[in-house]
């Protein structure tokens, strides 16, 4: 019966040195060194409520709770942030996993750190059709907070920085689920905002619990490589300080090992073994000035033979996320190569901590030596995704596309350098200056050349835009743009365009269902109408018009809101057909189960989310798709254009040369085989299935007249 309490006790004692070690104390001991009494005290009252609201709640490694916001707190102090943040931190579960309430803390603690809070939590789960769509559009929340203040992304990334280092409580399985959305999203984030100490830290955690075996080969074979190298990675340390001692400069020389992950990544991208991977370990310079980052620079390639196609100046053309050094890679004793960094102290301290640098130096009242940070502007980009990608999922999609670590540098005909991601083609470039270039550009000069809109674009190269008045974006590029402004420029013409077409069609629909009750658009009363639109929830004709045409609502249904005389029999209209012209394109779609073809019998059927779909009268397939009340009586127009693919079955006797003879015939028949396909074994008599494009019936009887010519042939039949 003595168990228990003894178990109570060892409880206690872990409680008591988790306390002392990682309490409140502890952390208000930290935040003296650069906070003053009263944000400490405010720091305290924040953790009161919390541990008071969490009361009870243990996390899966049996800790108390409270512990886990008092982390978050800690790695957010490490970077020194302001006692909103702070505050935030320890507050940022309480109103996703508590009974508080954002009201409750704005009261309690200001309406910016409510703010905070609230845009940390996730969204109620049982709003949502699935668990995808909730976490979705949770992150959606997250990163639309995160563009209005960028405190609320910080808090997150230290969340998730310390769930990562405590996911030993969890299945294997839920481990690997959390480490592969680190490193897809978060570690990303993190980089994008230039928050390097932040980010090695989640890739190393992500690698090491995503793929714990291939972790512990490289992490075996870098321990072992160090054992070899370490004499000769010191002898590089000292050498270089004395080297830069001997010129008159100050600087400090550091050694270290390149993070494993991103070791990993440069094996599986360049299809290296682990000791074909030669910068496994680099030494960092930091310097006073700029001038000195250059002088350095000069000594080191003195010292050491350079590599010089491995030499980047992010000084002069500072990365995306305001990163600055100096890199370049050098060949030591033994043909050991390994990179260089050189950078200021300012420098380093935006690489290490990025933004969060920003309220670093409000602290220390030096706001204007924040540097060229362009996260402000990505905000902006990130704003702009939302606005045209129309759902969560789609968002989060188009986030991933835009998390590049590495870019390009090119610049306009005027010389403004314009930052892309690598890979990216002069489409990529047209939509980054503007939309309307994007939507409008034909082709592109490269440095003086023409060049094919899909060429990848390489740093210090001039791109030149050329465009057309009556150019149009096409579906095609989305197989070949790299960044999110881009595809998403094309999707929204595309869909604009889909639009247009699909209101015209259901004007044509509507009218058709209101003639066949006797009744017209034009001699409805302006209250009818009206009545009708309320009675639908739709606001305008127009709105009507694109979700009919659209197959989202049946012309004949919506046609009945707009009845007056409830006693009206439709039955005494005949129903005039709807001419199908073949140049609707995206919503008017050919049955693949039929391929109809003009001259047939034809009728439709309204799709939910494809338009009106067209059938060949009698078409098997259609009649098991509904009931008749959801077809449309079609008939071809007269001026209809086009090509449309048809499917012929070819039965024929064997022999040699026989393929290559019909085809000659398909191609005299002026027909294209789209795809073709026979057997694989051999048979005396083969059938051939050939699906081709035709302009209608009278073509397809002339190639079928045509295949029927050739020797051997037994059978040429439609499917």
């Known amino acids: 019966m003595a168990l228990p309490r003894i178990s109570r006790v060892t409880s206690r004692l872990r409680e008591n040195r988790m306390s002392k070690s ?3 104390d502890a952390l208000a001991d930290y935040l003296s060194a650069y906070l003053p009494e009263s944000s400490i005290e405010m720091v305290r009252a924040a953790y009161d409520f919390g541990n008071s609201q969490h009361a009870g709640q243990y996390r899966q490694t049996g800790e108390a709770y409270i512990y886990h916001p008092l982390a978050v707190a800690r790695i957010l102090a490490e970077m020194r942030l302001d006692v909103t943040t702070l505050t935030a931190a320890i507050l940022h579960d309480v109103i996703e996993d508590t009974d508080a309430v954002r009201d409750e803390v704005a009261e309690r603690f200001g309406e910016h750190v409510a703010d905070l ?8 789960r049982a709003q949502f059709h699935s668990r995808a769509e909730a976490n979705a559009e949770s992150f959606r929340k997250l990163i639309l907070a995160m563009t209005r203040d ?10 998730r920085l310390h769930n990562m280092q405590t996911l030993d409580g969890m299945s294997k399985d839920k481990r690997a689920k959390i480490a592969r959305e680190t490193l897809e999203i978060y570690a990303p984030i993190a980089r994008r905002l230039g928050i390097n100490s932040m980010r090695e830290q989640l890739e190393e955690l992500g690698f090491a619990n995503l793929y714990p075996k291939r972790y512990q080969v490289l992490s075996r074979a870098s321990r072992s490589l160090a054992g070899d190298r370490k004499s000769l990675l010191q002898e590089i340390e000292e050498l270089l300080t004395s080297a830069i001692a001997a010129e008159g400069l100050n600087a400090d020389v550091t050694g270290r090992r390149k993070n494993l992950y991103s070791i990993y990544r440069k094996m599986q991208r360049k299809k290296r073994r682990f000791l074909d991977v030669f910068d496994l370990y680099g030494v960092r310079i930091i310097v006073n000035s700029v001038d000195d980052c250059y002088r350095v620079l000069g000594i080191a390639h003195h010292v050491y033979r350079p590599i010089t196609e491995y030499f980047n100046d992010f000084i002069a053309n500072p990365k995306l996320n305001g990163y600055q050094s100096l890199h370049t890679t050098v060949v030591a004793r033994g043909g050991l190569k390994f990179e260089i960094q050189i950078r200021t102290r300012e420098m380093d301290q935006i690489a290490e901590s990025g933004v969060a640098a920003h309220w670093q130096y409000k602290l220390g009242e030096q706001a204007d030596k924040i540097g060229s940070l362009d996260a402000q502007a990505w905000l902006g980009d990130l704003a702009e995704l939302d606005n045209d990608s129309g759902d969560s999922q789609g968002f989060v999609e188009n986030l991933r596309l835009d998390l590049y670590p590495d870019e390009v540098y090119v610049f306009t005909p ?3 350098i314009i930052r892309l991601a690598r890979g990216s083609t002069p489409v990529d470039f047209a939509y980054a200056v503007h939309t309307e270039l994007g939507n409008s550009c034909v082709a592109a000069r490269i440095d003086g050349a023409l060049a094919p809109l899909n060429t990848q674009l390489e740093s210090g190269q001039t791109v030149h835009v050329i465009t057309a008045k009556h150019a149009r974006p096409n579906a095609a590029w989305l197989h070949f743009l790299k960044t999110a402004k881009a595809r998403n420029g094309v999707r929204n013409y595309l869909k604009n365009q889909r639009a247009d077409k699909a209101a015209r069609l259901g004007h044509r629909l509507l009218d058709q269902a209101l003639a066949d009750l006797g009744l017209s658009l034009k001699k409805l009363s302006r209250a009818t109408r009206d009545r009708g639109l309320f009675q ?6 127009e709105d009507l018009y694109t979700e009919i045409g659209l197959g989202k609502r049946l012309a004949p249904l919506v046609a009945r809101h707009f009845l007056s005389d409830d006693n009206l029999d439709p039955s005494e209209h005949c129903q005039m057909p709807l001419a199908i012209q073949g140049t609707e394109g995206l919503v008017v779609e050919f049955g693949k189960c039929c391929h109809p073809l003009p001259g047939d019998a034809i009728h439709g059927q309204a799709s939910v989310g494809r338009g009106l779909v067209v059938h060949r009268q009698g078409c098997t397939f259609s009649a098991r798709q509904g009931p008749s009340a959801d077809r449309v009586q079609l008939t071809w127009a007269e001026d209809v254009s086009g090509e449309y693919q048809v499917e012929v079955r070819v039965t024929a006797r ?3 040369g026989l393929l290559a003879t019909l085809t000659a015939q398909v191609a005299e028949a002026d027909c ?17 299935q050939f699906q081709v494009s035709v302009t209608g019936r009278q073509h397809l009887a002339r190639l079928m007249r045509h295949l029927r010519s050739v020797r051997g042939v037994e059978k040429v039949e439609r499917r």
Not at 150 to 159: H, P
Not at 536 to 541: F, W
Not at 672 to 688: C, G, H, L, Q, T
Request: glycine share 8%.
């Open 654 to 656: 064997d022999r040699r």
């Open 117 to 124: 809070v609230d845009g940390v939590s996730k969204l109620d």
């Open 22 to 24: 990682r309490g409140i």
């Open 150 to 159: 960028l405190r609320v992304i910080l808090i997150k990334l230290a969340d």
């Open 536 to 541: 639908m929830g739709v606001t305008s004709l």
């Open 414 to 416: 005027k010389g403004k």
């Open 672 to 688: 294209n085989i789209e795809k073709m396909s026979f057997p694989d074994r051999y048979e005396a008599v083969i059938p051939i």
